[in-house]
């Protein structure tokens, strides 16, 4: 049985990473909330325990913990390792987009390559400066918003934007509010409880986003113990994992403005919407930073090929 203890021999942040290190990539961990090494892994939450700073200095490498510090240390990694928990609902917090998001297990840890279509404006997908000699708001809707993190980097990436954050989950809104008023942004962001479009009022939005779940039950049976510690809520879509994807695609006619844009991720059910659709050209995006799965289609495309949806 692994022991958690720290030893006695170890007593700065360098040697207890690499203690942490040798833990983690013999206990066959998952890494893929945040970091993709069993080194990053430590050095987080190992300086997290230290309460240094994530992006900390080679000095605080010496810094020897303080006794209630490595009992902390011995109740994180035991939740790493027996619990198989992701480390960032271990720390409640995570980052996307270069910002700090509260996190718990009432929603997703944010991981989704739509944070460097942000950075990017949406470029060349909108045309954000056509759209900025109309002196009006950018209007933009986050379906399944989840801890609002895409609704937040919307807000803090594009200037002058308004983005509506929807979710059927209250516990999950909870999150998305604490995140918007960390961010200072609760007159800019608004959330919307409704189950898809259903409580969502008829309004047009030059940008439909969204990260909905799109997990087959298979696919969830089979993926490593650390995403079973994350909400089914938000990973099971029926249907191939297309349920929520095409449920968007159905509504969007009404809420899209003539010049606005759907962006949806479905990652791995990329290939079966393809399949679904074999005649709507869907736009494939392509990462610089890595990631998958994530189309693009414009309003023309969206009226175009309507009745197939």
Known sequence: MTSFNVPSDVKTMHEMILWAEDLFK??????????????????YLISYCAEKPIDFSDDDLKYQFTQNQRLNVTKVLQQRIEERLPAAYITKCAYFFGLEFEVNENVLIPRSPIAELISEGFF???????????????????MCTGSGCIAI????G???????????STEALEVARSNIIKHDMEQR??????????????????IIVSNPPYVTQSEIDGLPDEYHQ?????????????????????????YLNTEGIVVIEVGNSAEALKNHFPNIPFTWLEFEMGGEGVFVLDAKQINQYHSQF
Not at 29 to 43: F, Q, R, S
């Open 124 to 142: 060349p997908w909108f045309d954000l400066a056509k759209h900025s000699q109309k002196n009006t708001p950018l209007n933009i809707l986050d």
């Open 26 to 43: 013999s206990n066959n961990l998952y890494y893929g909330h945040g970091t993709d090494n069993a080194l990053d892994e430590a050095a």
């Open 158 to 168: 594009i200037e002058n934007s308004q983005v509506d954050a929807v979710d059927v």
């Open 189 to 206: 962001v608004f959330t919307i409880q409704s189950d898809m479009f259903n409580n969502l009022p008829l309004k047009k939005y030059d």
């Open 230 to 254: 994350e909400p089914s809520l938000g990973l099971f879509a029926d249907g191939n994992g297309l349920e929520f994807a095409i449920a968007i695609l159905r509504k969007a006619k009404d």
């Open 153 to 156: 980097a919307c807000a803090k």
